[in-house]
């Protein structure tokens, strides 16, 4: 952990950020990950459904369970960290009623271990949204590309391009914070539709995809360190290139079991 980073990083402490130092936000899947971004000192750590596409291998975020998000957020809990810990609540498990996204929120705070949760979407949620914080159960909205909406999308494709499109979205902005979400991402929407955003609300907008004027940034972890197939996005930045690395270092390793290198005397009992 960095020095003087050690104070750990509540719902408050993120919301006074808004126009202050960018806050910084990435996925994590597991243990391990959540360690490593921890010890990086970011401010918040998303368990992600992206998760079902980058780790499980889904074509989407839609077949993503409440039992699969679960097992995920148990597992990044133990280790602890000093980061806000956020779950992303998966596809029905909020949409359906209220009643419903209570009971599959408060499951990822009672059993998960979570300190929020996320949720996908503006108006058709404000109700869900305004439920949760009133029961204290803090909500990040989550508006633009919303991956649970790609089918109606017609693909992850930059949204809020037209005037239509992105006065709803800015309307969208103003009914989440309305409904108590401590912070809002925006997904892929473009820089000064998000510049407008952030500057129109009280609340800090963390942005992927939506360019520099937002409060924070907010990536997926594989996609920054090179944990997954195939080239980029544009709207990611590659700071390493672990795929290959393991790819190298297991090169490395049958070569030398198969001519014998590995083990030596030292790795035997
Ligand atoms: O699931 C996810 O990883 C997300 C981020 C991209 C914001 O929703």
Do not use: W
């Not at 949620?125 to 089918?151: C, K, N, W, Y």
């Not at 672990?242 to 030398?256: D, N, R, S, V």
């Amino acid at each position: 952990m960095m020095p003087g980073r050690e104070k750990k990083i509540t719902v408050p402490a993120i919301r006074q950020k808004k126009g202050g130092e960018k806050i910084v936000a990435v996925t994590a899947y597991d243990y391990p990950t959540t360690l490593f971004a921890d010890a990086a000192g970011v401010d918040l750590i998303l368990v992600g459904d992206s998760l079902g596409m980058v780790l499980l291998g889904y074509p989407t975020t839609l077949p993503v369970t409440m039992e699969e998000m679960l097992h995920h957020t148990k597992a990044c809990a133990r280790a602890k960290p000093r980061a806000l810990l956020v779950a992303d609540m998966p596809y029905l498990s909020y949409q359906i009623t209220v009643e419903e996204a209570v009971r599959n929120a408060g499951r990822f705070i009672q059993e998960g271990g979570a300190e929020a949760v996320k949720l996908e979407g503006g108006e058709p949620v404000a109700e869900v949204i305004h439920r949760l914080v009133s029961i204290g159960i803090p909500v990040l909205a989550h508006l633009g590309m919303t991956p649970q909406s790609v089918h109606a999308f017609g693909g992850h494709r930059v949204q809020g391009r037209t005037d239509e499109a992105a006065k709803r979205l800015i309307e969208d902005a103003h009914i989440v914070e309305q409904a108590g979400a401590f912070a809002v991402v925006l997904e892929l929407i473009p820089a000064a539709l998000a510049k407008q955003i952030t500057e129109q609300i009280t609340i800090p907008t963390i942005g992927i995809g939506a360019g520099p004027y937002c409060d924070g940034q907010i990536q997926v972890l594989h996609d920054l360190i090179g944990l997954v197939p195939g080239e980029p996005f544009k709207h990611t930045k590659r700071y390493a290139h672990i795929g290959e690395t393991i790819t190298k270092a297991l090169q490395q390793y049958a070569e030398e079991v198969r001519t014998g290198q590995f083990p030596t005397e030292e790795h035997a009992f």
